[in-house]
């Protein structure tokens, strides 16, 4: 049978690279007798990290999932990648977890990603606990990190399971719901008194447990005001109602490596976790109702196929369920249900509610899909940032072009922060990532796996034209050959337009001097005409354009015609309403620390940008926002990294284009020119 829907508990694994994700899952999957063994990370065997990229640089890279039985509860685990060129994984996990736990080194504190990642948490307002991880680690601190979580971080942090001693030093956690203290020995934990020379400090932080549970509940808090103290069995239900509120942030300090603090971390999680019942949200899970899902993500496997992970919204999902992907409605017969344990797919007969599993082989649905009976529902999708790195792919032999370009189609297929599109107007096939790291993984398993040989460069910029003054001008087509010729007069004025818009057309004729099925022939060449300018071949924007004047022939004139002759007085009018080359430009911002933030700013000068503003996101990291052409961020991926250590990372988007003049303006056109005459 499937576990109840109110004893599963969805949680998502998330925090800054080197924290000990995978080494906590996998020593979860151990305790709850998933896992014989625990695999260290750098022995390439742990559950998590089982692709080939992940084992070959001992980082993960996508999500993994795996489950366990603890005391009664489901807990679904999803151990995501730590680096910010693949987000979209943890997003995703996110977006079907009920909790997340934040993991955290106890000899570094609070890190970059962990500040990012804890404003994405607070904007959805998704509980959360803190594992304070490698206790065992030089230089571990615990008090430190406490500062560091007060300090740069939003949340009434509160201790629940603390350490006793750091580094060579540390011997155990105490916890301190029960007050009892557990030694670690050969990776087993044992109970015991807390040692005298922790008692008092112990004490302080059980004091802080029992007013931080008190504040989860008004009758509780009563109790505790009044007597100072509160039982065992009121912590724990003061705690679970305070962490479902997100009152407080639990605190909890261990050595994944050395099954230190786990077992804590597990109980706390099944006593205080919200259940995907209780979770709030845009769409809450029922268990009542016709089955439905939601894919948070899709991976490939060699020998399964195409797995669609996801997460049961309603109802009770079984083998026999008759769904549609409610985007395109097409029907997906549902034939075998699985949950994943790392890499391994088991069968299950069915999944409640609010579970999450694994379906093969779907025929339409991809990630950020609906699985109803209704063709009308759909859950809200994944709520991704957009790629900030770009390059050109181009097969260096022609007879791979299609395996190209199926490799690039499933990969982007499994990670929709991965993105492909074929630039019609450069004639070139941009590849957009998250940044160099996970563009770089993607062409070693193209050249790996698909043996594929591939030129990358940097995409060409989408320039623009447009005029800054008005003009006049008048065009007559007139073709002879034989038989019916071509004729048509066009006379139009143009103007600029303001507010960004691309193009208006403005028929003034009058008293017949073109007939009026000729008019969208005039507007189709105008438009057209529109395609390249007269600087540099771009196309043109901005433009309102008014047929004032014309003539026609009464065995010669066509729509054609009509529509040639306004080309070309487009054409003839551009060049006289003063011309200039537009560029795109960004809104950049950057997460830095605040030591490099005289290089950063420096640099974004450097490369034209205007600093529109900065702000802690906390302390000692700042945001910086500015407004940037796209032309000078085309290596940014590359170049912030190297001037913040790899520390520092960007989001970015398109804002608008702007006018491109004096010598840039030049380049761009001689280049531009001399592509054309080289027949790109």
């Known amino acids: 049978m499937s576990t109840s829907s109110s004893d599963i508990r969805n949680v998502a694994i998330i925090g800054h690279g080197g924290t000990g994700k995978t080494s906590l899952l996998e020593q979860a999957l151990v305790q709850g007798g998933e896992v014989a063994k625990f695999a260290p990370v750098d022995g390439g065997k742990s559950v998590s990290d089982h692709a080939s990229e992940e084992i070959a640089r001992g980082i993960s890279v996508h999500t993994a999932m795996g489950h366990l039985q603890w005391k009664g509860s489901k807990v679904n685990l999803l151990d995501t990648p730590g680096s910010a060129d693949f987000i979209g994984d943890v997003v995703a996990a996110l977006h079907v977890a009920e909790l997340a736990v934040v993991t955290v080194g106890a000899d570094v504190g609070v890190q970059i990603e962990t500040a990012k990642l804890w404003r994405r948490l607070q904007a959805a307002g998704t509980p ?188 009770r999902l079984t083998p026999d369920a008759d769904l549609v992907t409610t985007r395109d409605g097409k029907k997906e017969r549902i034939t075998k249900l699985f949950v994943l344990q790392g890499a391994d797919l088991k069968d299950v007969p069915a999944l409640a509610a609010g579970d999450l599993g694994v379906l093969t082989k779907l025929t339409s649905a991809a990630t950020g899909d609906t699985l109803a009976q209704d063709s009308e529902l759909s859950y809200p999708p994944l709520d991704l940032p957009q790629p900030v790195h770009a390059v050109t792919v181009a097969a260096e032999s022609k007879k791979d072009e299609d395996k190209l370009g199926q490799f690039l189609s499933r990969a982007a297929e499994e990670d929709p922060t991965f993105r492909v599109r074929y630039n019609g107007e450069t004639r070139e096939t941009v590849v957009s990532t998250m940044g160099e790291l996970q563009l770089s993984i993607a062409l070693e398993r193209l050249k790996n796996n698909a043996k594929v040989e591939v030129a990358t460069n940097v995409p060409r910029i989408a320039y623009r034209e447009t005029i800054t003054g008005s003009a006049a001008a008048e065009y007559q087509h007139k073709k002879q050959t034989g038989g019916h010729g071509q004729y048509a007069k066009v006379e139009i004025k143009i103007k600029p337009l303001a507010n960004g818009q691309e193009f208006e057309f403005v028929n003034q004729i009058v008293g017949g001097a073109i007939s009026r099925g000729y008019i969208p022939g005039v507007e189709k060449g ?155």
């Open 526 to 680: 105008l438009r057209e005409g529109m395609a390249g300018g007269v600087l540099a071949g771009f196309p043109v924007m901005g433009i309102e354009a008014t047929l004032v004047d014309g003539k026609e022939h009464s065995v010669d004139s066509s729509e054609l015609a009509f529509a040639l002759a306004a080309r070309g007085a487009l054409r003839d009018a551009v060049e006289q309403a003063k011309p200039v080359l537009l560029e795109p430009v960004c809104d950049l911002t950057v997460y830095a620390e605040e030591q490099y933030l005289g290089d950063v700013l420096s640099d974004l000068s450097g490369r034209r940008g205007r600093i529109q503003g900065q702000e802690p996101v906390s302390a000692g990291i700042l945001e910086i926002k500015a407004l940037v052409p796209q032309a000078e961020l085309l290596r940014y991926a590359i170049d912030l990294k190297s001037m913040t250590s790899g520390t520092a990372s960007f989001e970015l988007e398109f804002a608008h284009y702007a006018p491109l003049t004096g010598r840039l303006a030049e380049e761009v056109i001689k280049r531009s020119q001399a592509a054309e005459a080289a027949g790109r």
């Open 128 to 315: 959360r606990v803190v594992f304070v991880n490698q206790m065992d680690k030089e230089h571990a601190d615990f008090s430190n990190v406490m500062a560091d979580l007060r300090d740069k971080l939003a949340g009434n942090f509160v201790p629940v399971v603390v350490p006793i001693g750091a580094g060579d030093g540390f011997s155990g956690v105490v916890d301190l719901i029960s007050g009892k203290a557990l030694s670690h020995t050969g990776g087993k934990e044992s109970s015991g008194a807390v040692p005298d020379e922790a008692a008092d400090a112990v004490e302080e932080y059980r004091q802080g447990l029992i007013e931080g549970a008190a504040e989860g509940d008004d009758a509780l808090m009563e109790k505790y005001l009044e007597e100072e103290t509160l039982s065992e069995e009121e912590v724990r239900s003061g705690l679970a109602a305070s962490l479902k509120e997100n009152v407080v942030v639990p605190v909890v300090a261990g050595a994944a490596t050395l099954n230190a603090g786990v077992a804590s971390l597990l109980d706390l999680i099944r006593l205080a976790a919200p259940s995907p019942l209780e979770a709030a949200g845009e769409s809450p899970v029922s268990a009542d109702g016709e089955p439905s899902a939601f894919v948070f993500k899709t991976s490939l496997d060699q020998y399964s196929g195409k797995l669609s992970w996801i997460k049961v919204m309603s109802g």
